[in-house]
């Protein structure tokens, strides 16, 4: 059963910072290059980093410079610290393979707000 469990998100003022955590249920999860997305309300879901076998990172343009993807193979798990936050930010945020997405989970929502 395939699992994608996220957390870490919360309300936050702007230019502040949150680190979410995915624990990811998934067989061969070092063979994967993994990804975070985001959905905004009335938005589609969109990506926003991913982390390739070699542990290169890459970015949106709207969080580059703000954001770093990490992965820990021994956990099966892949983190994102999130700096710097702004307003356009909030969103609920999941994990996921970065290609042939699998079921998503639920997420975790991150507002940024004063």
């Known amino acids: 059963q395939v699992q994608f469990v996220e957390s870490g998100g919360g309300l936050v003022q702007p230019g502040g910072s949150l680190r979410l955590s995915c624990a990811a249920s998934?067989?061969?999860?070092?063979?994967?290059?993994m990804a975070w997305y985001r959905q905004a309300p009335g938005k589609e879901r969109e990506w926003v980093a991913s982390?390739?076998?070699?542990?290169?990172?890459d970015y949106a343009d709207s969080v580059k410079g703000r954001f770093t993807i990490s992965r820990d193979n021994t956990k099966n798990s892949v983190d994102l610290h999130m700096n710097r936050l702004k307003p356009e930010d909030t969103a609920v945020y999941f994990c996921?393979?970065?290609?042939?997405?699998?079921?998503w989970g639920q997420g975790t929502q991150v507002t940024v707000s004063s």
């Open positions: 998934i067989s061969a999860f070092r063979t994967y290059a």
């Open positions: 996921n393979r970065r290609y042939r997405n699998l079921p």
């Open positions: 982390i390739s076998l070699g542990d290169v990172g």
